[in-house]
């Protein structure tokens, strides 16, 4: 009989995969610094390397959740929002284009919320939970990546853009769970149970759209108050 676990937020799996992928990021982030790094590798080779293991953990995470996590072919596909972003922090780390940095720090505040409050439920392997925060804290590194070593910049293109592909994926994700019964973008079960007494159900939906739209709004006007503060 396969065991099952039922995850809770701060619990000592939970502690212990922070811990651990907070250190990870730390390494990702301190190699550049270092001499032996300076001396015989280039920077643009290293994040082209750190793009394709990006893409590469995404399809393996993918795949795992099938074969290990019991989830359907249906459930894994890259339409929920942390998901899609780490494909564009890989494209970005590949690619170098500001525009996908943009749409990544736009995107980052779901990661952010995810490492503090996981999305896991039940779960079969511990391993899974590791492989989940090391998708989301990839995704909080490579956008302090950018702003530290490529001193990269937002601008209104790049929140217009994302605020389109937003809606795109909810509009995309309302219909492929009406067909499949999924739950991307958190539009058919609450995307936290504390959220459960917005009723009616469909203006929870209202709020979590409006929701998304307000904390990118404030980002972006948060960068373009720390540029003016900065100059």
Known sequence: MTTTYNFTYFNKIHIHSFIFCSMLMLIMLGIPKTKFFKKHFNLNDYMTFLGFLCLIIKLFESIYRVLFENFSIADSIPLHFCNFAL???GL??????????NILYFFSFGAVAAVILPGIGLYYHPFYVYLFMINHFFEIAT????????????NFKGYIISILITAMLFFIS???NNLFGTNFMFLNEYIA????????????RIVLILSFFI???????FSFYMVLFLK
């Open 174 to 176: 309302y219909f492929y």
């Open 87 to 89: 494909i564009i922090a």
């Open 193 to 204: 149970p504390f959220f459960g007494f917005i009723k009616p159900f469909h203006i929870y």
């Open 215 to 221: 904390i990118m709004t404030f980002m972006f006007l």
């Open 143 to 154: 956008v302090i990546f950018g702003f530290t070593y490529m001193k990269e910049k937002i």
């Open 92 to 101: 970005y780390l590949i690619t170098k284009k500001n525009i996908f940095f």
